[in-house]
Structure formats: C-alpha cells, structure tokens
C-alpha cells in the first residue's frame, strides 16, 4: 500500500503550519544533502576518499611510494622504477595508478613482490593480458598489469593488495639520452598533467544522411585520473638515485628540476660512475626530475658508437657530432615566423609566465627584413594580423603589447590554431618557422598529428614544452613530423637563454640531404627511416639492424650551407650494450606509430607494432606487460574495492583555472556553446572525467549547513507564537 503523505504530516493551509511543514521538508533535504556532501568531499581523516568498486561505499585511495635507479652507460641509460602500493583501509583494494615515463622508453621488465615472494612478469598482447588479470583478480590472487595508454603515460594496476598491507611492483626500461646545449640530458616525469578532453566534432556527411559525430579521445576515461586537490598537500613521493658512468670526463652536472647532491668523486678524471642523488630526499611527484651534464671541453668524441650482437643479426646505435657552422655563413634568406600561443587554463601561473618571456626574446630578436604573426588559443583562437606582417618596430610594440594583455584560461582547443597557422601557399623566398609554445596538455594527439603531416607544407614546426611537467610525447612527435625540434623550457629563468638557443639554430643553415653508409655496402633497417635535417649543435643520432659482416667503416654526409660534408664512423671495437636492440624496436614502432599520420591503416599498424614488441619485449598500446600469483591470498567471498591513485597538480599549475568552475557552469556553456569548438572545459564530456576534487562538494556541505539552520530557525520562531 502507497505511502500517503498527507497521514505523515498533518498538511493545513494556515500560514504558520505550512512553515512548518516546508521547515520539515527542508529538515529532509538536508538529511539528504549532508551525506552526499561528506561523500563528495575529497578530504577525510588525511586520506582521499573514493567510491568502491561494487558504488555502495568510499574507500581510502591506496597510498604510492615510487624509487627511481638509473644507471647510465656513455649515451645509454637503463632505469628501474619501483613503486609501492600500500593499503591504508581494513578491506581488501585494488590500486590503479596512472605514471609517466620518458616518451622513448623501451618498458620490457616487470617483477611483483608480495611478502617475500617474487613473481616475475611476461609479456602478451593487451587483451591476454588483461584477460590473465581479470582472473585472478576476480579468483582472489595478487596480480599486477603494466599497460601503455601513450608512449609517455602508463598506468600500473595492482589487484588484491591485503588490509594494511602493501605489494610492490618494479619496472625496467631502456632509453637513449638527449645532446642539447653542448651537453647531455636526461628528463624522468614524474607526474601526468591533467589532459583536455576536446568534445565529440561532427562529420562531414554526403547525400544527406543522419547527422555523425567522431570522438577525437576515445580512451579518455583511461588517461583522466583523478586530481588532488592542493589544498590537501602533495603525496606520492620518489626517491631518485643515479650513476652516473659517462666513460669521458665531465663538467658541470647540474639540476634545474631540483636540488642534487654528488658523491665525492673526481668527475674530470671520467674513471667510475659519479652517483647523483636528490639533496632533499624524497620529494613529491609534481614536477619532472631534469638532469645535465657536459664533457670536459675537447673530451667529446665526433662519434659514439655501441651494439648489440646476436647469431644472425647486430643492433647498432650511433650518435654523430657534425662540425660546428661558423657565424659567418649564415643565410641571407628572410624568414617568416608565426608564435603560436597556449592561453588555456592549463597555462595559468608559471606557464604563461615563462611563455610570455620566451615570446618577448623571440620578438624582439626578429630582423628587419622578416615577417611575422601572432596566434593565440584556448577554447578559440585568435590572430594578431589577418596575414603576416613586416618585424618593423611599431608592429613589434604592438605586438608586445597584445601580448602583455594575454590571460590563461578555458580549454586547449589546438586544432584550429594549428590550421591557421599550416595552411597556406609555400613562398619560396622564404624560410617558413612556427614556434609553438605551450604544455602539450591534450589527449587527441593522434587527431593533431595528422593534421601536422597533411598540412606541413614549407613550413618547419618547433614546439616549446612550457611548465613543469609537459607532454613530452606530444612536443617530440609533432617536430619529428613537422621537421622541427623540441625545445623544454622548465622554469621563467631559462626562457631568454632557452629561445636564444633556438634562434640561433633557427638563423643559421641546417645540415640537410643526409646519408649513412654503412661497412661493405650493406642494407641495414635505420631509424629513423628518413634522416631529419639537422640544426646547428645538433647530433645525428639513429638505430639500426644489419646482417653480421666484417668490421669496416660506415660514412656519414650530407650538406652544410651547399658543401658537402662527410665523415668515417669505425664499426672497429664497438662497445656492446645488451639493451641496444630494444632500443631499435621502440625507433622501429615509433615509426610505425607515426605512419598513421600519413594514412597508414590503423590494423596494419596494429599488426606491425605487436609483432615487433612481442618479438623484443616491449610495453606498447597493444602489448602489455602482466604478472601473477598461482596461490590466492583474498577468500572469493569477501568483496574487492578498487580506487584510482590521486595525482598531484603539477608544480605551477592554478587549480581554479584549470578546472574552470563547478560543473554546473560547464553545462551551460555547452548549453550556450554555437559551435563544438567553443566548448571550454578541461574534461567536459562526462563528470567521470572531471578531477576527482572537482565535484561541488563544498557547495553541497554549504547548502545543507545553511538549509539545516534555516529550519532550526524556523522551528524557534514557529514555537515561540501560538498556532
């Protein structure tokens, strides 16, 4: 039988009952708001709160301790991350985590440690993989799954970690180092900026059929985790360890990341490993570790050279240092540059800063004689001039004022920039350069590739990774398609020697229409497979696989301001370095990854890229690396809660700015919204994506506090006078 509401509250039409009765009514609304709020909140008793698996409960999100060991070898380095899960509740957990690496690291190891068990990991294709881990998730044994969801975004899922408990997992990979600025570098991410989700974009339909939408970012739940609020301090710390074998004698090793401290040891002699290690001990992962150090001057060798040699083929990795090109045979050829801005909330704080002071070097570093443009964008752009203008020095004024007015906020729209900037007619008077200068936080990289490689043209593409914690698989992979180079610039004081840098590459002749030779004549599968012309300072680094011959020289050359140039690299007496050929398989499928920006069928690839990373190893979107316990620890009829683990806000970025308000507000601006385009959010297609502290729950405590004392009020006042 129905309840009747009228037998539950006595309902009178006189003024002060129906007080009364709204007061009750408002009583129950509170009741109702107060759990929803304390749910919501991501802050209870030190810990963020998540919603279990099963929906019905919250959970403490497990707690993530992370050591990072690299050892580095010449131009090599071979890293272990281990990473700690511990679970803080009384119930049993499973702990997702999503953690960056290098764009370029070859992941091919993965062990588990429970107690004092080890279980060692295979590789498989993604699906097995994930099949093998649902099992014995579901049958109560420890597992672990290491998936790639970018070449430079993992997430580690660790299943059946027991009550007050931990299980730790370590990974391995193997990495070429970067030359820059006369020196080498490596760069360890240690946290995932949030990622702008664009929404779904319409299809262009011939003959007048149903109206279709394409999702740039159909994976974007897996690469959205949620976000710690800053409010509630920073958590995930690492511990980084380093030796440092460079086999030359070095100078200036230094850190512009963070504080570092070197053992004692004579680093101009080059005779042992130097171990660098953080001065502060564990630190947050908030901001990418960055580490440099340069050769003794007149120690570098034109050519380093390491391999790996099996029964029947040999991997090789080569880096050739070409000659320095003098001053004075620069190009007289103008240029016509075009900035391109990241004004998205994303932006906010340090970015911006370090953007703006990078755009003013470079504008008022441009010559008479070159033209220019500016384009902005968030969620829309804008240009300067319709068309490029003369660099005279009213129009730079002008365009350091714009500048100065610029604020970060809104979404990463950065396909229609993109467009504005790419396509036009070629002018063959002039050298075409794009400086685009932003963090790279997007998901639809792949959708942005294409347009890169379609639209090119003359045009040479050069990003600038801005902030603490850029995309560096988004930066790298548009210069590589776009003919360009990637500059980082980590903080506001690098911004004038970091552009200066790259303006003086820029005015200078590339060495282009390079070659390899290799000893004997033979054929020989390199990466990458079309030499890039290369600027001033910069190396020629590639990867190859060849057939065992005799031991000979490979010859080098190409054209230096319309000079020939070459050089004799010896295959004699080549140090060995059994991680070589991985580093050739993760070129190879690097490759391969890049060929569906110029039309390459995505099952082709798919087919392709497993073959390889099944045949060397490797981690990528379509193999994944899984172990498993035989024994099961968790008894099936007690239930499993899963949690994702938090991530810190990188260092420099603006909560406020970045989730751009509550998510009410979102509604109404796509509500509001003419175009797809204009949508301006940071995760905007379903709530799931939104930062976990992004939920309104302050409003909601504020509501039911506030609903609760109108109604305790009311009930004072309504007593105090007779009915």
Same mark, same amino acid.
């Not at 240092?321 to 050829?333: E, F, K, N, R």
């Given at each position: 039988?129905?309840?009747?509401?009228?037998?539950?509250?006595?309902?009178?039409?006189?003024?002060?009952?129906?007080?009364?009765?709204?007061?009750?009514?408002?009583?129950?609304?509170?009741? !109702?708001?107060?759990?929803?709020?304390?749910?919501?909140?991501?802050?209870?008793?030190?810990?963020?709160?998540?919603?279990?698996?099963? +929906?019905?409960?919250?959970?403490?999100?497990?707690?993530?301790?992370?050591?990072?060991?690299?050892?580095?070898?010449?131009?090599?380095?071979?890293?272990?991350?281990?990473?700690?899960?511990?679970?803080?509740?009384? @119930? &049993?957990?499973?702990?997702?985590? #999503? /953690?960056?690496?290098?764009?370029?690291?070859? #992941?091919?190891?993965?062990?588990?440690?429970?107690?004092?068990?080890?279980?060692?990991? #295979?590789?498989?294709?993604?699906?097995?993989?994930?099949?093998?881990?649902?099992?014995?998730?579901?049958?109560?044994? =420890?597992?672990?799954?290491?998936?790639?969801?970018?070449?430079?975004?993992?997430?580690?899922?660790?299943?059946?970690?027991?009550?007050?408990?931990?299980?730790?997992? %370590?990974?391995?990979?193997?990495?070429?180092?970067? &030359?820059?600025?006369?020196? /080498?570098?490596?760069?360890?991410?240690?946290?995932?900026?949030?990622?702008?989700?664009?929404?779904?974009?319409?299809?262009?339909?011939?003959?007048?059929?149903?109206?279709?939408?394409?999702?740039?970012?159909?994976?974007?739940?897996?690469?959205?985790?949620?976000?710690?609020?800053?409010?509630?301090?920073?958590?995930?710390?690492?511990?980084?360890?380093?030796?440092?074998?460079?086999?030359?004698?070095? $100078?200036?090793?230094?850190?512009?990341?963070?504080?570092?401290?070197?053992?004692?040891?004579?680093?101009?002699?080059?005779?042992?490993?130097?171990?660098?290690?953080?001065?502060?001990?564990?630190?947050?992962?908030?901001?990418?570790?960055?580490?440099?150090?340069?050769?003794?001057?007149?120690?570098?060798?034109?050519?380093?050279?390491?391999?790996?040699?099996?029964?029947?083929?040999?991997?090789?990795?080569?880096?050739?240092?070409?000659?320095?090109?003098?001053?004075? %045979?620069?190009?007289?050829?103008?240029?016509?540059?075009?900035?391109?801005?990241?004004?998205?909330?994303?932006?906010?704080?340090?970015?911006?800063?370090?953007?703006?002071?990078?755009?003013?070097?470079?504008?008022?570093?441009?010559?008479?004689?070159?033209? /220019?443009?500016?384009?902005?964008?968030?969620?829309?752009?804008?240009?300067?001039?319709?068309?490029?203008?003369?660099?005279?020095?009213?129009?730079?004024?002008?365009?350091?004022?714009?500048?100065?007015?610029?604020?970060?906020?809104?979404? $990463?729209?950065?396909?229609?920039?993109?467009?504005?900037?790419?396509?036009?007619?070629?002018?063959?008077?002039?050298?075409?350069?794009?400086?685009?200068?932003?963090?790279?936080?997007?998901?639809?990289?792949?959708?942005?590739?294409?347009?890169?490689?379609?639209?090119?043209?003359?045009?040479?593409?050069?990003?600038?990774?801005?902030?603490?914690?850029?995309?560096?698989?988004?930066?790298?992979?548009?210069?590589?398609?776009?003919?360009?180079?990637?500059?980082?610039?980590?903080?506001?004081?690098?911004?004038?020697?970091?552009?200066?840098?790259?303006?003086?590459? !820029?005015?200078?002749?590339?060495?282009?229409?390079?070659?390899? @030779?290799?000893?004997?004549?033979?054929?020989?599968? =390199?990466?990458?497979?079309?030499?890039?012309?290369?600027?001033? +300072?910069?190396?020629?680094?590639?990867?190859?696989?060849?057939?065992?011959?005799?031991?000979?020289?490979?010859?080098?050359?190409?054209?230096?301001?319309?000079?020939? &140039?070459?050089?004799?690299?010896?295959?004699?007496?080549?140090?060995?370095?059994?991680?070589?050929?991985?580093?050739?398989?993760?070129?190879?499928?690097?490759?391969?990854?890049?060929?569906?920006?110029?039309?390459?069928?995505?099952?082709?690839? @798919?087919?392709?890229? $497993?073959?390889?990373?099944?045949?060397?190893?490797?981690?990528?979107?379509?193999?994944?690396?899984?172990?498993?316990? #035989?024994?099961?620890?968790?008894?099936?009829?007690?239930?499993?809660?899963?949690?994702?683990?938090?991530?810190?806000?990188?260092?420099?970025?603006?909560?406020?700015?970045?989730?751009?308000?509550?998510?009410?507000?979102?509604?109404?601006?796509?509500?509001?919204?003419?175009?797809?385009?204009?949508?301006?959010?940071?995760?905007?297609?379903?709530?799931?994506? !939104?930062?976990?502290?992004?939920?309104?729950?302050?409003?909601?405590?504020?509501?039911?506090?506030?609903?609760?004392?109108?109604?305790?009020?009311?009930?004072?006042?309504?007593?105090?006078?007779?009915?």
């Amino acid at each position: 039988m129905p309840m009747r509401f009228d037998r539950l509250f006595k309902i009178n039409t006189d003024f002060p009952s129906l007080l009364l009765n709204a007061t009750i009514a408002l009583l129950l609304l509170a009741l !109702l708001i107060l759990p929803r709020a304390a749910a919501a909140g991501d802050e209870v008793a030190g810990g963020l709160l998540l919603r279990s698996e099963s +929906g019905e409960s919250y959970a403490k999100a497990p707690a993530v301790e992370t050591d990072v060991r690299i050892d580095v070898t010449g131009v090599v380095a071979r890293t272990t991350v281990s990473q700690r899960f511990q679970n803080p509740t009384g @119930r &049993w957990m499973e702990g997702i985590y #999503v /953690f960056p690496l290098p764009e370029d690291a070859a #992941v091919d190891s993965l062990t588990m440690k429970l107690g004092d068990k080890v279980i060692a990991g #295979v590789i498989a294709e993604r699906e097995k993989a994930q099949k093998a881990y649902s099992e014995a998730k579901s049958e109560g044994r =420890a597992a672990s799954l290491i998936e790639q969801e970018r070449p430079n975004m993992f997430t580690a899922s660790v299943a059946n970690i027991p009550p007050g408990d931990a299980i730790s997992i %370590s990974i391995e990979y193997q990495e070429k180092l970067t &030359w820059r600025d006369g020196g /080498f570098g490596l760069r360890m991410p240690l946290v995932v900026g949030p990622r702008y989700i664009p929404p779904l974009r319409p299809l262009m339909v011939v003959g007048g059929g149903p109206s279709l939408v394409t999702d740039p970012v159909p994976d974007a739940g897996r690469i959205t985790p949620p976000l710690r609020h800053p409010d509630s301090g920073l958590a995930n710390p690492v511990r980084i360890s380093i030796s440092l074998n460079a086999g030359m004698p070095l $100078t200036d090793i230094r850190s512009a990341s963070h504080k570092i401290a070197i053992a004692d040891h004579d680093a101009e002699r080059g005779d042992g490993p130097i171990t660098v290690t953080l001065a502060a001990g564990p630190v947050p992962a908030d901001r990418d570790f960055v580490l440099n150090w340069k050769p003794a001057p007149g120690t570098m060798p034109k050519a380093v050279m390491f391999e790996q040699v099996g029964e029947t083929v040999r991997h090789v990795m080569m880096m050739v240092m070409p000659p320095a090109i003098a001053a004075d %045979s620069i190009q007289g050829l103008p240029r016509e540059v075009v900035f391109i801005l990241d004004t998205s909330g994303s932006m906010h704080g340090d970015s911006i800063a370090q953007a703006k002071a990078a755009m003013k070097f470079a504008l008022e570093r441009l010559r008479a004689e070159d033209r /220019f443009n500016l384009i902005r964008f968030n969620n829309t752009y804008s240009k300067l001039y319709p068309e490029a203008q003369q660099a005279t020095p009213d129009r730079i004024q002008q365009a350091l004022g714009y500048l100065a007015a610029l604020e970060a906020e809104g979404g $990463t729209e950065m396909l229609p920039a993109l467009k504005a900037a790419l396509d036009r007619k070629s002018d063959p008077s002039r050298l075409r350069q794009v400086i685009f200068l932003t963090d790279g936080a997007i998901g639809n990289e792949r959708e942005l590739f294409r347009h890169i490689a379609s639209r090119r043209g003359d045009s040479r593409l050069f990003p600038i990774g801005m902030g603490s914690a850029p995309n560096g698989h988004f930066m790298t992979r548009a210069a590589r398609i776009g003919r360009g180079t990637y500059t980082f610039i980590g903080d506001l004081g690098q911004a004038s020697p970091k552009m200066a840098d790259l303006f003086r590459k !820029l005015e200078r002749p590339a060495i282009t229409d390079l070659s390899v @030779r290799y000893p004997g004549g033979v054929e020989a599968e =390199a990466y990458p497979d079309v030499l890039p012309d290369l600027y001033h +300072g910069e190396p020629l680094v590639l990867t190859a696989k060849l057939p065992l011959q005799p031991a000979g020289d490979a010859e080098v050359g190409g054209r230096i301001a319309g000079e020939r &140039w070459s050089t004799l690299v010896s295959f004699n007496s080549v140090p060995a370095n059994a991680g070589i050929g991985k580093l050739w398989a993760r070129d190879k499928i690097a490759a391969l990854n890049e060929s569906r920006a110029f039309g390459v069928e995505q099952d082709q690839v @798919r087919t392709a890229v $497993t073959e390889v990373a099944l045949a060397y190893g490797l981690v990528t979107e379509h193999t994944s690396l899984v172990a498993v316990d #035989v024994t099961p620890i968790r008894p099936t009829n007690v239930p499993l809660d899963s949690a994702d683990v938090p991530l810190n806000l990188p260092d420099g970025w603006s909560y406020d700015a970045l989730t751009g308000g509550q998510v009410e507000e979102r509604e109404a601006r796509a509500k509001a919204a003419p175009a797809p385009l204009q949508l301006a959010s940071f995760a905007n297609r379903t709530a799931v994506h !939104l930062p976990q502290t992004a939920t309104p729950a302050g409003l909601y405590l504020l509501t039911g506090l506030t609903v609760l004392a109108l109604g305790i009020l009311l009930l004072v006042v309504l007593r105090r006078k007779p009915a």
